[in-house]
Every structure is written in C-alpha cells, then in structure tokens.
C-alpha cells in the first residue's frame, strides 16, 4: 500500500484514549433542556457564549458591517479580491487597539508587527515554527491545555519539557521548577529554546502575578531564550488582582532596546474573549522583524477571511462598543463563576482561586479512592457517565497531582448550570453516605493503567473537535 | 585504490554510510591479505568509526536544490538545513543566545522569486486607465475578476438571510461564532460536492463524505504534503509548474520537488518516459519519491491533460506505488474545444486504484473568492482524510463565510449561470489577447483553460539562455510597465516563454497592453 507519512501514522493510535470517551459519550447523549434533560452536561468546552446578544445587537445597528459594504457603497469586489498575507490594515490596527484597551491601555502595540493567522491554534504553532525545531524543546507550566502537546509538536518537531507546579502555592511558577525544567530538557538532550506560558491560565482561570512574570524575564534573559506569552484570555479578566501583560512588565524594566525585547512574543485571538471561535481569528506579535516576517509568509497557510477581517475591523473599531463590550463581559463572567463556585461549594467542593478564564480549577482530591491517577481517572469516569457532566480530568492537562478537575461555566445557560451543580451535588452526598471504599475497585485497577497512558496521549483524536482551551 | 573521499565532493547525495563502506570494504581486503585477521577486521573497523565521527561533525547542509536547472538564479530555494541552528550559537554551548529556527531565518531573508517580485513592483505604480495610464499593467496574476458582478449581484439580493441565520426574524450570532468541526461544516461539504460536479458539466459527482475544507488550496496542498510524505522525501512535478508550489510543498514540511522537464514539442504535456528517468534519477541521489504533483488544467501552460496521459499517469503512479496530487483548481475555467477530465471522473468510470489519488480544488479561480479563503482535499483514501482532518485545525475556513457560500453554491441556477458567463468572458478576452500577440509574431501554447495564456517570446531574447530571459523581463517590467511571470520562475526549461494573465485586463486595456510590448519588441528586434 502507498504509506502514509510518519507524522500522521505514528500518532493514530491516539484516538483510542479513553479521555475522550467524554467527547463521545457527549456527542452521543447530549444534553438539551427541552429535548433531552437526562442527556450529558457539557462542561468541558472552554468557550465565552455569555455576551452574543450584544454582539448580534451591534450587527443589527451596523447592516454594513456583514454586508460587504462601507459607507453606503459596496465592497465585495476589494474583499473577495483581498488575500494579501500582510492582513487588511484596518483590521490589523483596530486589534491592536483593541488588545490596548484590554491592557488599561498601559500598552500599545504596533500593528506593523502582528500576523494574523487562522485562530490562535494556528499562531501557536506558526511561532513554533519559528523559533524551534527537531531537537528543541519549550518549557511549559504544568497544568497547560492539552492542545499544545499536538499544536506545538507535531508538525514542527519541538518538544514540551513541563515545567511542574504544585498546589502549594496555588500551581505558582517558582524559580526552582524553572531551574529542574531546564535541567530536564538537557538530560532529554534538547535544547531549550523557551518557555511558553498562557496568561491568563488555561485550565488555572488566574493571572500569572507581578513576581512570577518577573522570574521569567529573569530567566529567559539569564538563558537567553525566548519566551512565548498566550495572552489569549486576557479579556475575560473579571476580577482582581487584575491582568498584568508581559509587555508592561518589559516596560516598567525598561527593556524596550534590549536583546530581550526581540524575544517576548504574544499570541491572541478572538475566540475567548469575543465568543468568535467559529471566526478562526488569531494572531502573533513580536519585535523581532525576522519572526514577523517569516510568520507572515507561512501565514499564507491558514489566512483569515477577509469578510470576517473587514467585518471586525467595523466591530472593533467602534471604541464605544467595545469599551461597552469589555465591561458587560466581564462582569457577566464573574457573576457566572460566582454561581459555579456556590454551586460547588454546596456539594462541599472548593477550587482554586481564580479571577479570570472561562472555567473553574475543581478539587477533587478528597472525593478520590486513593491519591493516584487511576483513582482521578475511577472519578472522572462515574461524573461522566453516572453524573451526566462532561469535564476535563487535570491528568489531560499534565497536572502532577491528581483530583484536579477543569470545569467550564460559560458555555451554557444558567439553568443548566444549576442543574449540573444539583446533579454534583447528588452525586457526592450519595457517595459521601455510601460506601466509596469497596474493594471491586481493585479488580478494575489493572484496566486503569493502561487507561491513564492513553489519558495522556490524547492529542491526536478526531472527535475533539473544539477548543478545548 | 579507492574513490574520492564523499565530503570533498558534497554535491554527491549519497547517503553517508554507503560511499564510506565502498571505502571500507576494498580496504579491509587489503589488509587482511596482509595484517592478518584481526588487523584486517580492525583497521577497518576503526576507520569507518572515525569516517563516521569525521562526517557527523562536518555534515555538509541536506541536500535542497535539483540538478542544475534553469531556473535557480530566479526562484529562491529555502535550505532547511538542520544543524547550522547550532553552530550559529556562541561557544557557549548551551547559554549561546537562542536565535529564531533556520527555517525562520531563511524564510525571512529569502530573496523572492521573480513571479513575487513582479507582483510587488506593480503595488508600488498599479496601472488605471484613468487616474494612472501610465503605470504597470498587471498580467502576473491569475485572479479572476472577470464575473464578480453577477457575485456581487447574487450577494445583496441575498444576503440578511444567509450571513447570520435568522431566528424568527432576529439575527442569530451563536450558529456560527461557535467552534465548528475544522474540516469544515456538513452543509459546505454538500453544497461544495454539488458545485464541483456542475463545474466539471455534471460528467462526474462527488461525494461530500471525501471532501476536507481548508482555508485556500494552499493549505490543500501542504496538509497533502504533510500526509503524503515524509521529511527528505520528494514529489515529481512536471514543468513548468506553478511558482507556488515551491513555497507550498518546501516551506515546511522538507519535501523536495524533482522536476520533470516537458517540452514546447509536445504542447508541455508530461512523458512518462521523462517522469520514469526523473525517478530513476532521484532514486540513484537516494531520495524516495512519495507521488507525482500536477496542476490539470496546467499552470502556467493552460492545457487539460488528454485522457490517454491520464491513464498513463495512473499506470505509472500504481507501478512505482506512488500517490498523485492533482490540482484541479482551474477546472471551471475552461474554454476551449476541449472538456475538462477530472481525476475523478477516470476513476468513476475506469478500474484504476483510487485510494493513491487526491485531488486539490479551491473557489479562488472559478468563483473569484480568493479572499475568502477556500479550499478542498478531495480523497478516497480514507486514512488520508482522516489525518487530513486533523490537520485542518491549523487552517480552518471561517464559519462565517462558510455560511455565506452555502446557499451561494447550492443556488444551481445561479452557478450554471455564473459558470457559462465565466467561460464566455475568458473565452473573448483570450481570444483577443492571443489575436494581439499574434499580430506581434508572438505565439502562444495550445490552451483551453487557465486565467492566462503561455506566450512564446523566445524570438525577442538577446540570447536564448535563462539571462536572455530575464534581460526581456526587465525591459518589459520596466520599459514597456507590463508585469509578466517569466518561464524560469516556473521552472520552464526552454528560454523565452512567459505566462500572461489576461483576465485582470478590460477589453480595452488590451491594445494598450500590446502597443507597449510591440515597443518592447520592435527595439529587441532590432538589437538582437
């Protein structure tokens, strides 16, 4: 037979992971409040569904927009026409304006330095591309979004060196676990070529503190290295201590003409924080003109539209709306988690303290049989199927502790939150009164391993077909 | 005794380990004729360590470049070499500072091929009739305006209903803006099957279950690539090819492409004698040739591959287990006497081996979208789509596009239509563009299909060489201000061909387009 490469062949049996059983089970049983009230509940699909009214309210006032026209006059002619990799220009400047006003406007960006891509995924690994190659590695903080071990890796090459976190400080970065990190890529035989952090943290929802952003810039100026800041949930920040750019830390160190500078770069997109995912908006800036110029060219491989880039550009260039939009988003996001965190805690569950994302880091740990990954995994199979929830086990995101769960808020109306929250609620009271210890379990725990093995090696399946960010 | 050491010769691709054996081998004979067995396994033994240890450290770059060709000094070919990253540190071993990947650093410097050169100069003094009669008139791009009204047309008059969904007359965001399957939504993939059976006059159906959506053909193209090969392996193209292709195969993914050569002699249709020597000849430099790619209806010739050569294509493809990218994009932009044989439509009829054939298709050509990014893989090979699928992620098609073009393509009384009046209107303009060049003693290529015609100009080159070539670009970029893509840029082994897109062109630029290349023409006569 004509083979297939080895990229696509070597990872096919990735779709054998039981983890997404979830995904599945879903699919197959989804819950819907008129149709089917039994059905499973999604709570593993990080997406902003919170403020699509005052999204459809701005279309309605603003006909043009999607009408391929400006001003009164028609331009489909220069937009079906348009497929320059440099980007429309008026979009381009309305983003980074936009990405200002997200930051306080503490910062600016140039939009001569961002390339637009075909959603965040896209930017991800077109950076990666970029800066890594066989043989190199990027330090991550565990937990991360499991996305990145297939959109970072896989075609270009690069490895992920974790860098581990721990709940003892609220799964801070310390400069040890940076330290060991490094060390554990040399012993790997990899080179170091960066670090990559999500700020806002993807599945934490916290903001990386002062100190830590500035442990990195330490380290990435002591290693010389680039570092890679995901900032691709900056806007859904509803709480304080408030979101702190890489780019503004630069700035208070006064590093704008520095080596350094030419090694930070920011990766965004408009599916979190406009609930646009559909949209495939994403972006990359940085400062360092060979990147910006090499991204922009392989850009050709997954450029936006440009009906959606004219159509956002009208959107985002209305300062009004999107002053309006930030706020009401926001707060319409704090009040979702602050039902989520109620409803939790009622089922005598806390999570980590969290003021940003679109989901919820869950502990578990006390409901598990015993403190390992196959009794997360028991646990995550029972909410599955005998809770009707569908969330994301912390072993999928490489969390080093297990009975981490991310749960997702935003993805669905308040009323199925608080059945979801009900449906847990039952579930632990008739645990707690149950008998959780039973000796069957033991019987299963040889199926368990190699199911955690398949657990981690989730990224190639063709049934995830969302962002699971 | 014994042959050149491989590293002072390193155009010779062999494969490291095999010249130093031949080193090895000859030698281990003599010595153990008379050193005796165990000098006699030693010496050699300890010589190919030291062979080996010599020639990691000094690995000369992978091999990237085809056997001289004519085009080399035009077209850029990006080295993906993989250890100049390292040397490039500082001593420091690991706290040198970390640059970007070489992959970075040559795409950023690249020097553009002639065919991106072209296309910059005409930004910076765009031709109009009016406001600008005396700027570069732009015949290096194969756009397709030519129909963009009755588009136009069709989307206000259609247009509240299809963009957001309406819900109970209220717009409707969520249906869209919501994450989608990558590959593309189930209606799109309907709507598309359908579209490209009318375009291809209903002589062949497609099935929507095969088909994977990508934002454009370029990413059609490199996700095939992707799947299809691995690194160091090699696709044969025919040339001359689409410049494109060099960024869409070699940019990222380290396949190499051999060209075949096809000549002026047989309208530039592919041998199969000359594909059968390209591949023996690649295989002697060691590298495995994965498939065949190949544009039909061609670019930048314009001709549809005969039948017959489609057979002869499939024969060979199954008797060397090979697959075959057929790029299919222009296959609505025909207008010849000749019909368009899709791949699909020998293998519905024919009892070929489907699973090796794929098929890349786009909306950038037929229907004048290429802003809005969509492109097709079209496969029966289910293992290709599903990898495919996967790899869709990184280059998805808006959804808020997909859900314009839906109604758009299922509308089949529009797209008939907009199909005839398509062809109608490229007919007249080739016609009249090819009837301008003649009456300047330039001929074109026998072609039927295409946004462009490939005129031979060999005849107004000071000499007939790839320079000669590029000495009559120049003038006629920058004397006569026409933008034309030289043949060399498209890997053309024969000097003096040009490819010029008519369809950018009103019918009355033409004459101003031919008056400035008689100008061109006459003092290139007279010189030469």
């Not at chain 1, 974790?162 to 970065?173: A, D, K, L, R």
Request: proline fraction near 5%; hydrophobic fraction near 35%; include cysteine.
């Amino acid at each position: 037979m004509k083979l297939l490469s080895r990229k696509v062949t070597c990872n096919s049996h990735g779709q054998d992971s039981s983890y997404f059983l979830g995904w599945q089970e879903y699919e197959k049983n989804p819950y819907d409040e008129k149709k089917n009230p039994k059905g499973i509940i999604q709570m593993g699909l990080a997406e902003n569904q919170l403020s699509f009214d005052l999204l459809e309210s701005w279309l309605a006032k603003n006909p043009d927009a999607a009408g391929f026209k400006r001003d009164g006059q028609s331009i489909f002619r220069e937009l079906a026409l348009f497929q320059d990799y440099h980007g429309l220009p008026a979009f381009k400047k309305a983003l980074v304006e936009f990405m200002s006003e997200i930051r306080g406007n503490k910062v600016t960006f140039d939009s001569n330095k961002v390339v637009l891509t075909a959603g965040a995924t896209s930017a991800n690994e077109t950076l990666m591309f970029c800066l890594a190659e066989l043989g190199d590695a990027f330090l991550i903080p565990t937990p991360y979004y499991p996305g990145f071990d297939r959109d970072l890796k896989w075609r270009t090459g690069a490895e992920i060196v974790p860098i581990q976190c721990t709940s003892s400080n609220g799964f801070q970065i310390t400069e040890t676990a940076l330290e060991e990190a490094y060390q554990q890529a040399k012993k790997q035989n990899l080179k170091v070529k960066g670090v990559l952090v999500t700020n806002p943290s993807n599945p934490l929802g916290t903001t990386m503190s002062r100190n830590e952003l500035y442990l990195l810039v330490d380290f990435i100026t002591a290693k010389n290295i680039h570092l890679i800041s995901d900032e691709i949930y900056s806007g859904t920040v509803f709480n304080s201590p408030g979101f702190i750019s890489i780019m503004e830390i630069l700035k208070d160190r006064n590093c704008e003409n520095t080596e350094v500078w030419n090694r930070v770069h920011i990766v965004y997109s408009l599916s979190k924080d406009l609930g646009l995912p559909g949209f495939r908006v994403g972006a990359l800036y940085s400062n360092d003109d060979m990147v910006v110029a090499a991204a922009t060219k392989m850009s050709s491989f997954g450029l936006v539209s440009s009906q959606t880039q004219y159509l956002l550009s009208a959107l985002l260039s209305d300062k009004k709306f999107t002053r309006n939009y930030i706020s009401e988003n926001q707060k319409r996001l704090k009040q979702r988690q602050k039902k989520l965190i109620s409803g939790l805690e009622k089922a005598g569950i806390s999570c980590l303290k969290s003021n940003s994302g679109l989901f919820c880091w869950v502990d578990m740990r006390h409901l598990l049989s015993s403190n390992t990954f196959e009794a997360e995994i028991e646990l995550w199979k029972k909410i599955v199927y005998d809770v009707k929830l569908n969330i994301s086990p912390g072993s999928s995101c490489h969390c080093t502790e297990p009975g981490w769960f991310r749960v997702c808020f935003a993805n669905m109306s308040e009323e199925t939150l608080k059945l979801s929250m009900q449906r847990l609620k039952a579930f632990v009271d008739s645990t707690t009164n149950g008998h959780n210890q039973s000796s069957h379990q033991s019987v299963k725990n040889s199926r368990r391993t190699s199911l955690t093995k398949w657990v981690f090696r989730l990224s190639f399946d063709d049934r995830e077909p969302c962002g699971e960010r | 005794m014994t042959r050149n050491h491989p590293s002072t010769r390193p155009e010779r691709r062999k494969p490291a380990g095999a010249t130093a054996m031949r080193l090895v081998v000859p030698l281990q004979g003599v010595v153990q004729g008379r050193g005796g067995l165990i000098l006699g396994s030693l010496i050699p033994c300890a010589l190919f360590y030291f062979l080996q240890f010599y020639m990691k450290r000094h690995r000369s770059p992978k091999p990237s470049s085809d056997p001289p060709s004519p085009s080399t000094s035009s077209s850029n070919l990006p080295e993906l070499t993989r250890t100049s990253s390292r040397s490039s540190l500082s001593t420091r071993g690991s706290f040198g500072p970390a640059r970007v990947s070489t992959r970075a650093s040559s795409i950023a410097k690249q020097t553009d091929s002639l065919y991106y050169v072209g296309l910059d100069k005409v930004k910076e003094d765009p031709y109009h009739r009016t406001d600008n009669p005396d700027g570069i008139i732009q015949l290096g791009l194969s756009e397709n305006s030519l129909c963009l009204d009755l588009i136009e047309k069709w989307v206000l008059e259609n247009l509240t209903d299809s963009i957001m969904g309406t819900n109970g007359g209220d717009l409707s965001i969520s249906g869209i803006a919501m994450y989608q399957p990558f590959d593309g939504m189930m209606e799109l993939k309907v709507a598309m099957a359908g579209f490209m059976s009318q375009v291809m006059g209903q002589r062949v159906s497609f099935d929507p279950s095969q088909i994977i959506l990508t934002a454009g053909a370029t990413p059609a193209v490199e996700i095939l690539s992707f799947c299809l090969a691995d690194h160091g392996n090699a696709f044969l193209v025919p040339t001359p090819y689409y410049p494109g292709f060099d960024r869409d195969v070699r940019l990222r993914t380290g396949v190499e492409l051999i060209p075949v050569h096809c000549r002026s002699s047989d309208n530039f249709i592919v041998s199969i004698s000359a594909l059968d020597q390209a591949f023996n000849q690649t295989r002697k430099r060691g590298l495995k040739v994965r498939g065949i790619l190949i544009s039909n209806p061609a670019n930048p010739v314009g001709n549809i591959l005969p039948r017959e050569t489609i057979y002869d294509l499939l024969d060979f493809a199954r008797e060397k287990n090979i697959h075959i990218i057929s790029d299919e994009i222009y296959g609505g932009c025909t207008y010849g006497s000749e019909e368009f044989i899709s791949m699909a439509e020998i293998l519905d009829s024919e009892d070929f081996d489907k699973s090796r054939v794929h098929i890349v298709y786009g909306l950038s050509k037929d229907l004048s979208l290429p802003g809005f990014r969509v492109g097709v893989i079209y496969s029966y090979n289910e293992s290709v789509l599903a990898a495919a699928k996967k790899l869709t992620r990184f280059s998805s098609i808006s959804a808020l596009t997909q859900r314009l073009l839906v109604p758009m393509l299922s509308d089949t009384k529009f797209i008939q239509e907009y199909i005839e009046t398509n062809r109608r209107r490229i007919k007249k303009l080739c016609n009249s563009f090819v009837a301008g060049l003649k009456q300047l003693g330039i001929k074109c290529a026998d072609s039927n299909a295409g946004l462009y015609c490939w005129a031979d100009m060999s005849e107004l080159i000071p000499s007939y060489s790839e320079k000669g070539e590029l000495e009559l670009w120049d003038k006629l970029l920058n004397i006569a201000k026409i933008n034309v893509t030289p043949g060399s840029a498209c890997h053309c082994i024969e000097p003096g061909w040009f490819r010029c897109c008519f369809t950018t062109l009103a019918q009355e630029d033409i004459p101003v387009v031919i008056e400035r290349i008689r100008r061109v023409a006459e003092t290139s006569k007279s010189s030469s």
